[in-house]
């Protein structure tokens, strides 16, 4: 029997890869968003900047999103078991099975160990309480073992931090409360890093990942991302320019 010639088979191959994406995009009608509750950000009630901006970038007729907001360890775990499309957010790591698109969601601010009394090096904390928030296992930037100590907020870990409870809380300076802003000594841990989407790497994944990805973009050229900010600041501090700078022509 006769093999087909080179640009048939090419054709034919072009052929069911487009039929699998087709098949992709119809099985992506209906998604859902796994995502930890922050203020103004991501709401059980389906608002938050996070989501309007994932909505206004995934505008695909018909397709509708499902919100699933809880605590961050738990919606982590709810993408990691599967039943979440998408997870807001995470920095970009080498996680096996997650896939991450070329626009981030935003900007985390720096990392920093707080403490009530100078610390000269982190070495000091070596078996001491630490505390950050549950899921956020910032242990592992630590270079030292610690007595790990999650809690349900940032107030709470500065709370339990100024009765001598923790030795140090690693959060970000804007959880600071007032009354201890002058009070507390800090060392950077982590410099300010992009959050992004996370999703699910197989074929309605990457689809969902390359439609967000233009969508972005199409916010980004229009002035439209920086409206839904309706912060200045805020916005700037996105570093949006960076991901425009690598965007395909």
């Known amino acids: 029997m006769n093999s ?7 054709l034919l191959r072009a052929a069911v890869l487009l039929s699998l994406l087709l098949s992709g995009v119809s099985q992506a009608k209906s998604i859902v968003v796994a995502a930890g509750e922050w203020q103004g950000y991501t709401h059980a009630n389906g608002s938050g900047l996070y989501f309007d901006i994932l909505r206004e970038a995934l505008n695909q007729p018909d397709l509708k999103m499902h919100i699933r907001v809880s605590n961050w360890k738990r919606a982590k775990h709810s993408f990691l078991a599967g039943r979440a499309d998408i997870l807001i957010c995470d920095y970009k790591t080498g996680q096996s099975g997650w896939f991450y698109p070329r626009w981030h969601l935003d900007y985390d601010p720096s990392v920093k160990v707080f403490s009530m009394v100078q610390l000269k090096e982190l070495t000091e904390l070596t078996e001491q309480p630490v505390g950050w928030l549950l899921g956020y296992d910032f242990d592992q930037y630590l270079p030292v ?3 790990a100590y999650e809690v349900a907020s940032h ?4 709370q339990l931090l100024s009765h001598g409870r ?4 690693i959060s970000y300076q804007t959880h600071v409360p007032a009354v201890l802003q002058s009070q507390l000594s800090a060392i950077e841990l982590q410099q300010a890093r992009a959050m992004y989407p996370v999703f699910r790497d197989d074929l309605q994944g990457r689809l969902l990942a390359k439609a967000y990805d233009e969508g972005m973009l199409r916010l980004y050229q229009s002035g439209r991302l920086k409206t839904l900010f309706n912060n200045a600041a805020l916005y700037q501090q996105a570093r949006y320019s960076e991901a425009a700078e690598q965007a395909p022509d």
């Open 145 to 147: 073992p610690v007595k």
């Open 155 to 158: 107030a709470e870990g500065f």
């Open 166 to 169: 923790l030795k140090a809380f």
């Open 4 to 10: 087909l010639p080179g640009g048939i088979l090419v």
